[in-house]
């Protein structure tokens, strides 16, 4: 199968819609509403979206992404109209929440209706709501005129995708057609609270933040085991796709956290060393401030080759055999957030063996974060 791209030109330029930019949307949404898959930006990251009351578009979105199928999909709205056809229950809890944050990065949990397969609720019987705030995401759902299941555009098991390029990576020839409104915003996925239950239930950290949630409910939410131990045995996700590796780079990570700059630099560079005398090819993503000191630390000991590259987004310096991304700075998580998943996605492209990543502050975003890097490097951190 040939996949089309349809770039919104006038949307990445200005920012607006323009009627030529609607026009590739239209095709796009036609293709939804006859069954196809289409990967579509959101504020998030990308979604590979199929009408999520046909079976037979949920199943192929699965086999799309190689995804196992008892992981279940998020289905994307654009009303909140749309809310009561979809769940059996909608409780006070879930309308304060969906009031508060909708439309925007935020999913929830609730009993399904009758009419939501479950192909698209990988046989569970609660579903993931979420309406996103997108434009071009809004804009084609609202054209397609179905509901839209949508999981993060990748191969299961891959970093997520944040630019129409990585989608065409992980899906051309596997889906009908990509529309490329350029990168997504925030960069991790949505936050996913379970209020099918007594209480809600964080599962999956995003950029509505554990503060914000606490503002609204008026108490700390509780948090799913598996978001703060990410991968041990004895815990099972209740959000069945947090408990594979996830957002993974092919190599092998290890994060080094919870020290000075100066500390955590050191280190980094130590671990990048001997994996280098080992002949292997070495990644390392840190933010600006260490970025900084491991270039003169490198430099104090040898004076290697430099270069620096810009990528999309990624700002690179090669040192020798070392490559090094920055991400930003430190103290702006939204930076990481954004760029984190095409950091991974790079290293792959360079082929490196082994990344070193540096760890970021666990409040707000940065949980989230945190979140998903403890899940690309299999838990392997180191505190310093
Ligand atoms: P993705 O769309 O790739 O971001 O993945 C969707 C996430 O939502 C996965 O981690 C799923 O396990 C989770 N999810 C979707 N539906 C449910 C549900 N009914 N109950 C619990 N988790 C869900
Ligand atoms: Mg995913």
């Known amino acids: 199968m040939d996949t089309v791209l349809y770039e919104l030109k006038d949307y990445k330029r200005t920012g607006s819609?323009?009627?030529a930019?609607?026009?590739?949307?239209?095709?796009a949404a036609d293709i939804l509403g006859s069954g196809g898959l289409v990967a579509f930006p959101t504020e998030t990251v990308y979604g590979l979206g199929g009408n999520a009351l046909m079976k037979d578009a949920s199943r192929r979105i699965y086999a799309a992404k190689g995804r196992?199928?008892?992981?279940p999909l998020i289905v994307h709205i654009t009303d909140f109209d749309?809310?009561?056809?979809?769940?059996?229950?909608?409780?006070?809890?879930?309308?304060?929440l969906a009031e508060a944050f909708w439309p925007g990065p935020f999913t929830m949990i609730m009993p399904k209706a009758d009419i939501v397969p479950m192909e698209t609720t990988g046989g569970l019987s609660t579903v993931a709501l979420r309406m996103p705030s997108h434009r071009v995401a809004r804009e084609l759902i609202r054209l397609s005129g179905v509901p839209v299941a949508a999981p993060s555009a990748n191969t299961s098991g891959r970093p997520s995708t944040t630019m129409a390029e990585h989608c065409m990576e992980d899906l051309a020839g596997r889906i009908e057609a990509v529309v490329d409104g350029g990168s997504s915003d925030i960069g991790v996925e949505s936050t996913i609270v379970d209020v099918s239950g007594d209480r809600p239930v964080l599962l999956r950290p995003g950029a509505v933040t554990r503060e914000m949630l606490r503002a609204v409910l008026g108490e700390d939410i509780a948090v799913d085991p598996a978001v703060e131990h990410p991968l041990e045995k004895d815990v099972h996700p209740k959000a069945p796709g947090m408990k594979y590796r996830h957002y993974a780079p092919k190599a092998p990570m290890v994060i080094v956290t919870d020290g000075t700059e100066d500390r955590i630099a050191d280190r980094m560079l130590s671990i990048a060393e001997e994996r280098l005398s080992q002949g292997l090819k070495t990644g390392m993503i840190a933010s600006e401030e260490v970025c900084g000191r491991l270039i003169r630390l490198k430099a104090s000991k040898e004076l290697p080759f430099m270069s620096t590259e810009v990528k999309g987004p990624i700002l690179l310096y090669r040192l020798g055999e070392l490559l090094i991304i920055n991400i930003g700075s430190s103290s702006d998580e939204?930076?990481?957030?954004?760029?984190?998943?095409?950091?991974?996605?790079?290293?792959?492209?360079?082929?490196?063996?082994y990344i070193v990543a540096e760890g970021v502050d666990e409040h707000d975003i940065g949980f989230a974060v945190m979140n998903r890097l403890k899940k690309a490097a299999g838990g392997n951190i180191i505190s310093v």
């Not at 930019?21 to 095709?27: I, S």
């Not at 196992?68 to 992981?71: E, F, G």
């Not at 809310?83 to 809890?93: G, H, K, N």
């Open 21 to 27: 930019d609607m026009a590739e949307l239209r095709k």
């Open 82 to 96: 749309e809310i009561e056809l979809l769940v059996a229950e909608y409780s006070d809890t879930a309308r304060k």
């Open 334 to 353: 939204e930076s990481w957030a954004r760029e984190l998943f095409a950091a991974l996605r790079e290293m792959d492209a360079c082929g490196v063996d």
């Open 68 to 71: 196992p199928s008892d992981n």
């Open 17 to 19: 819609l323009s009627e």
